[in-house]
């Protein structure tokens, strides 16, 4: 167990829908960040937030957005969803500085049909 | 930009053998961090090793250990007396000291064989 808890595990939806992804990070850690994983592809980084700001952006969609709340917690939404979508995402917590390890929550599986 | 090139999808290995992933990785930075992180089927990524750029010396964890040739910008992960639990896809990934985003290659499936 990372102690990073991301809801929900499993989430069907239809094009076009929104649908909000949530994490929360573990014990003591500041930063956050989500990445997607396409079927069979690598970990793609989305964005960073840093003790509720926003710290380094990926190739986020527009249609996409994040934010992190004052218990540090944060939502990742999906907008105007396409079958394209359709991923695995994963939030990551760590603490600030070049420790260099993340430590990863069990992902969402987003089906978009 | 940084990238991470790992060259082979899959691998497979006899139980009990060595086997050892490749990844290669394009950095003008001197001073970062390497990565081996396990994904096994229940998707959980869980970090296997990690290797400081400035250390000369091959991380080592138990069976796992690394090839680390900076000049050359190479990082392999070695593992030996390779278990059934072992398989899994093995992503190699990079992080610049000054910036705390990983970036990964696209992964090796390995497969152990009874």
């Known amino acids: 167990d990372s102690g990073v808890t991301q809801t929900p595990k499993h989430l069907i939806t239809a094009t076009g829908q929104r649908v909000t992804l949530r994490c929360s990070p573990r014990s003591g850690d500041l930063s956050v960040y989500w990445y997607q994983q396409s079927l069979d592809q690598g970990l793609q980084f989305l964005i960073q937030?840093?003790?509720?700001?926003?710290?380094a952006k990926g190739n986020i969609l527009e249609r996409f957005s994040a934010q992190q709340f004052p218990d540090l917690h944060s939502e990742l939404n999906l907008s105007s969803l396409e079958l394209g979508d359709s991923a695995l995402y994963f939030c990551?917590?760590?603490?600030?500085?070049?420790?260099?390890?993340?430590?990863f929550g069990e992902g969402s599986r987003l089906t978009v049909l | 930009a940084q990238t991470v090139t790992q060259s082979q999808p899959e691998m497979s290995v006899q139980e009990a053998e060595t086997v050892t992933l490749s990844c290669t990785y394009d950095t003008s930075e001197s001073d970062y961090y390497l990565f081996w992180y396990k994904q096994p089927p229940s998707r959980q990524m869980i970090l296997v090793i990690r290797q400081e750029a400035y250390k000369q010396q091959n991380a080592t964890e138990n069976r796992f250990s690394v090839n680390f040739q900076k000049a050359a910008k190479s990082f392999s992960l070695k593992i030996s007396d390779s278990q059934l639990g072992d398989a899994a896809m093995y992503f190699c990934a990079y992080r610049w000291f000054g910036n705390e985003k990983l970036t990964f290659g696209t992964g090796t499936r390995l497969t152990i064989i009874p």
């Open positions: 937030y840093y003790n509720g700001e926003e710290r």
């Open positions: 990551a917590s760590s603490v600030e500085g070049p420790t260099g390890e993340l430590f």
